[in-house]
């Protein structure tokens, strides 16, 4: 089987404080890319392994084999070979690794015939990293909590092109939170996210993006030249680097 996991941008991003276990409480809007997207086989073997081709990822695991590893601590299934073409750029705050963990559940639940509802798939993706819930139903949604609790939305951005900027910075998690001040806005981003998008430049903010911006200049200028450029919205997504755009087809 073959699929195709896609990217994710975030249409706002708050931090709204940090929570004593050290995650972050967030409020952002999450809406998936088909623009974007790696390409991931899986088929059944005697025994597992995984390759990848494309960008190369860092570290010696990866989420496709975790994804794996919780359903066959569950079930009883058979080994598969994975093979996937990493096309989105890593630590750009595009969510290309959760979903990639997030389609290697779905895919495997189809292969093995599991018949688990999406609330279960969502139960195990969150094991592996609080925004792979998303990727399950892959529509647009109101995130909440860590990333964990999600609302439907009704959002369509299809008759708009999306144009993206990747710098080939990569921003860690870590590094970007550290330089985070949480807060809280004065208006629900989902009041904001219902405003007609010419408005969104004013309103709908990226928290991310003042620290960002000040210790990446260049960030900053990619996104007023998007600007310059007639985009209607920009903005960086997640935590950075990619600044994308929204223009007026």
Known sequence: MIVYPNAKINIGLNVLEKQADGYHKLSSVFYPV????????????????????????????NICVKAFELLKADFEIENVIMHL???????AGLGGGSADGAFALKALNEIFKLELSIIELEDYAL??????PFFIENSPKYITGIGEKMR?????????????????????????YGDIIPSQPKTNLLDLINQPIEHWKA??????????????????KMKEQLYADGAIYASMTGSGSVIYSVFVC
Do not use: R, W
């Open 203 to 220: 309103l709908v903010k990226n928290d991310f993006e003042v620290a960002a911006f000040d210790k990446y200049p260049e960030l900053a």
């Open 127 to 132: 094991q592996l990293g609080a925004d792979c």
């Open 34 to 61: 088909n623009e974007l997207c790696d390409i991931l086989e899986i088929l059944p073997a005697k025994h597992l392994s995984f390759s990848s081709s494309g960008i190369a990822i860092p570290g010696n695991s």
């Open 152 to 176: 439907n939305i009704n959002l369509d951005l299809s008759s708009y092109k999306l144009k993206f900027i990747y710098h080939e910075l990569h921003i860690s998690t870590a590094e970007a």
């Open 85 to 91: 073409h990493k096309q989105i750029p890593i630590g």
